[in-house]
C-alpha cells in the first residue's frame, strides 16, 4: 500500500490549494479514505472522509464549506480543493486509509498560510 500527497506549499490568507492523493498497492475503490492535519504542536486530526460505497462525505466543522473532497476510482486518487484559506489550516496533511484494521498513511504535504 502506497499514498503519496502532493500539492502543499506556502499561501495567503483568502488563496486555495489543490492537494491530491495517489493510491496504489490496493483496491481503491473499496475504501473510505479521509484526510488528516497536524497543524504545528497540535494533534492530528481529521478533516474530511469519503466514503467508497457511495461517495458521500464528513467534513470537520471549521472545514465546511471551504474544503471539498473528492475521488476518482478510475485513476485511484483523491484531491482536497482548499478555498479561503485561513492561518488556522496551517498544518502537514495526510491521506489516510483503514485496510483490514490496519492504518497507512501517506508522508504527508506542509501547507502553510501567512501574509
Known amino acids: 500500500v502506497q499514498l503519496v500527497e502532493s500539492g502543499g506549499g506556502l ?3 483568502g488563496g486555495s490549494l489543490r492537494l491530491s492523493c495517489a493510491a496504489s ?3 481503491f475503490s473499496s475504501y473510505t479514505v479521509s484526510w488528516y492535519r497536524q497543524p504545528p504542536g497540535k494533534e ?3 478533516v474530511v472522509t469519503i466514503l467508497s460505497a457511495d461517495g458521500s462525505t464528513n467534513y470537520r466543522d471549521s472545514v465546511k464549506g471551504r ?3 473528492s475521488r476518482d476510482n478510475a485513476k485511484n486518487t483523491v ?3 482548499m478555498n479561503s484559506l485561513k492561518p488556522e489550516d496551517t498544518a502537514v496533511y495526510y491521506c489516510h486509509v483503514r485496510i483490514w484494521g490496519r492504518e497507512y498513511w501517506g508522508q504527508g504535504t506542509q ?3 501567512s501574509s
Open 11 to 13: 499561501v495567503q490568507p
Open 25 to 27: 498497492g490496493f483496491t
Open 44 to 46: 492530528r486530526e481529521v
Open 67 to 69: 474544503f471539498t473532497i
Open 79 to 81: 484531491s482536497l480543493q
Open 111 to 113: 501547507v502553510t498560510v
